[in-house]
Nanobody
Framework: QVQPVESGGGLVQAGGSLRLSCAMS????????MGWYRQAPGKQREFVAT???????NYADSVKGRFTISRDLFKKMVYLQMNSLKPEDTAVYYC?????????WGQGTQVTVSS
């Protein structure tokens, strides 16, 4: 069973930075796409950023230029570096791992940005 494990959330002031981590128990290259999604209170879960097995990245317009997705194949980790955080970035952030035959979501990590 695919089970990403997120960490790194917390409370930060607007303009600050946080780095989220997603740990996997198997090689990241087993998955076509690794990604970060978020869900704010009362809203649907939304796409934030993805990185493919070939290292191509994609970002939501709302985070372009502020967030960076990266990975460490040896450590089996995916990261989301979040800079210039805004109150509207407040949400639970989820890591997703998707292959042709399986998909898994982490339990989420809370990010709160105060104004």
């Amino acid at each position: 069973q695919v089970q990403p494990v997120e960490s790194g959330g917390g409370l930060v002031q607007a303009g600050g930075s946080l780095r989220l981590s997603c740990a996997m128990s198997e090689s990241i290259l087993n998955f076509n796409v690794m990604g970060w999604y978020r869900q704010a209170p009362g809203k649907q879960r939304e796409f934030v950023a993805t990185i493919t097995a070939g290292a191509a990245t994609n970002y939501a317009d709302s985070v372009k230029g502020r967030f960076t997705i990266s990975r460490d194949l040896f450590k089996k980790m995916v990261y989301l570096q979040m800079n210039s955080l805004k109150p509207e970035d407040t949400a639970v952030y989820y890591c997703n791992a998707r292959s042709s035959w399986s998909e898994g979501w982490g339990q989420g990590t809370q990010v709160t940005v105060s104004s």
